[in-house]
């Protein structure tokens, strides 16, 4: 069939919030940056795998490296809506192409990246209630642990009455994850809800700071909207040091699980290193956000030729 995966008139719907989106920005003042799809290098988090172009480098999983070589060269606030992509990422909420809306405020933390995405979602979907939960709030409520100081120990009993898995995982940032996607997703409700500070363990690209009751912290957020996870945003990290050994860890666990190993991103590092901005920076999943929007249940039914 040659049909588009959409209907004609979710296919409206979808132009008009790619136009809210730029418009949102464009009040702003915040410039829309065109970064390539393909380069040479590409991220070591254990948690994505991209796709390799034989011959050519790889398809980009998010434009963040790109945007922050701009931000490091003195581009100021700077905004990205395009597409990304993933391997092995495809159901009823994933596609190994989607589209991305990516964001960075010079100036600003997360806190104050949270607010202004709230404004955005208030502009979109006006009738929809916002919640802002810290993690601890919303992993002890229902976990009944505070994930800060639970050992690994501890987390591995959870998952095993819990979820019933006899083979618990070996690492407190994963145990946190699969507790968090199975037992708490399911009960943050109907409301847009920015969840915060998150685990130390989690800080992917995030800065970490030490909370006033001595709890390390990172600086870090993800919304969620009716079960389905839309954004995930940092308060970003500076230091060209600090993130090169985090990057060197991911490369130590991808090779203890099997998993392909990259070469560190040197251009990027070399950014940080000349010195990138105070700066937060979020990435949300368009295709999702309109799902949302309309009440779809299929990411097929938003996207225009979902399977080529």
């Not at 963040?64 to 905004?79: D, P, V």
Request: aromatic content about 10%; charged content about 25%; proline content about 4%.
């Amino acid at each position: 069939m040659f049909h588009p995966s959409a209907s004609l008139d979710v296919l409206q719907k979808r132009a008009q919030l790619l136009h809210q989106l730029r418009a949102f920005f464009f009040a702003r003042q915040i410039m829309e940056v065109d970064v390539p799809a393909l380069g040479q290098a590409t991220v070591t988090d254990v948690h994505l795998e991209p796709l390799t172009v034989t011959g050519a480098g790889y398809l980009q999983t998010s434009p963040e490296y790109f945007m922050k070589r701009l931000l490091a060269s003195g581009s100021g606030s700077i905004y990205y809506l395009g597409k990304a992509y993933r391997r092995d990422e495809s159901g009823r909420r994933h596609r190994a192409e989607f589209t991305m809306l990516e964001w960075y405020r010079v100036g600003l933390e997360d806190r104050q990246l949270m607010a202004e995405m709230a404004e955005l979602f208030r502009q979109l979907t006006p009738q929809t209630n916002i919640t802002m939960r810290s993690y601890r709030d919303a992993f002890s409520a229902v976990i009944g642990v505070c994930p800060h100081i639970a050992t690994l120990a501890e987390l591995q009993a959870i998952i095993t009455q819990t979820l019933e898995l006899h083979s618990p995982l070996q690492d407190k940032s994963a145990c946190l994850d699969l507790l968090f996607s199975h037992r708490v997703e399911p009960f943050l409700g109907p409301d847009i809800t920015f969840v915060y500070d998150y685990p130390a363990e989690q800080c992917a690209l995030a800065r970490i700071v030490t909370t006033d009751g001595g709890v390390q912290v990172a600086r870090r957020f993800e919304v969620y909207w009716n079960g389905i996870e839309l954004a995930n945003g940092y308060w970003e990290l500076c230091s060209v040091g600090e993130q090169r050994e985090r990057f060197e860890n991911d490369r130590r666990v991808r090779a203890a699980n099997g998993l392909e190993v990259p070469e560190l991103d040197e251009r990027f590092l070399a950014a940080l290193g000349a010195g990138l901005p105070d700066c937060a920076g979020v990435a949300l999943g368009v295709d999702r956000l309109l799902m949302c929007l309309i009440g779809a249940k299929d990411i097929r039914d938003v996207m225009p030729f979902a399977d080529g």
